[in-house]
Every structure is written in C-alpha cells, then in structure tokens.
C-alpha cells in the first residue's frame, strides 16, 4: 500500500472527493449511521491516504490542539479488510505524528469493538464506554 500524509490545502479535488466517498461509505452507509460526516476539523487536518493500484482504500486524519494530536476517521474499504492495511496505515499515522509532534500527548476515540486492535498499537483505554453517534466508544490513550 502506498501511503500518503496530505494537509487539507493541498489535497486535490479528486482526492477530496475520494476520501469523502469512502468515508461516508463507511461511516454513514455501512453503519447505518447518520450524522455530519464532513465538519471543519477536515479543514485543520493533515489527511492520510492508502493507495493500492491507484484505488483510495484506508485513510484518517490527523489534527492537534496545544497540547494533543487527535487521530480519527480511521477507515479501510469493506472489500480489503483484514489483510493488515489498517495496522500499516496506523503505523505510518504513529510514526509521522511522534516525528512532527514529539512532545504531544496522542489521542483517539476508538469503536468499542476496535479496542484490542488500538491496544495492539499501543494505546490504553481511558475512562468509560460512551456513545457517539449511537455507536460505543473509548477514549485511548497512545502510551508506547
């Protein structure tokens, strides 16, 4: 998979286009879940893209406050999952944010059902399971 970090301005229309069709694929279609995909922490965000074959299939994002980097939007398309693409994308996110913001806290509200997968990575939950747009999530705490 090729990997991409893009901040919001220098993503292209296409690319734009692209990432919010899989996002809203995703997180609207697939879970059934209707809320306001696009908001404006997309225009702060650095954008992470996969690409295998020239075909968009994982992203998130990445944005930061003073002392925090949020990651978030994680996503890989239904066809190629569970051939590691999350893992390696999670990877490339945690290597680039420890590079560019090596003294800020790393945070991230990880799908209930996700848990294990971030703790793999290197996160710990952090206080109670609450919902988010209907679904169960856990605030994780990158500790590696």
Do not use: W
Request: net charge negative; aromatic share 14%.
């Amino acid at each position: 998979m090729e990997l991409h970090s893009i901040s919001y301005t220098d993503l292209t229309k296409n690319q734009f286009f692209e990432l919010l069709k899989l996002r809203i694929s995703v997180f609207v279609v697939e879970q059934n879940c209707p809320y306001q995909e696009l908001d404006d922490l997309d225009l702060i965000a650095d954008h992470f893209l996969g690409f295998l074959d020239g075909q968009l299939i994982s992203l998130g994002r990445v944005y930061k406050d003073a002392n925090t980097v949020f990651i978030g939007r994680i996503a890989v398309k239904s066809n190629f999952r569970k051939n590691g693409y999350a893992r390696e994308l999670m990877e490339y996110i945690l290597k680039e944010v420890k590079t560019k913001f090596p003294d800020l806290a790393i945070e991230l509200s990880a799908q209930e059902y996700l848990i294990s997968f971030y703790i793999s990575l290197g996160f710990i939950s952090s206080g109670e399971t609450y919902l988010e747009d209907g679904i169960p999530h856990i605030k994780m705490v990158y500790f590696n």
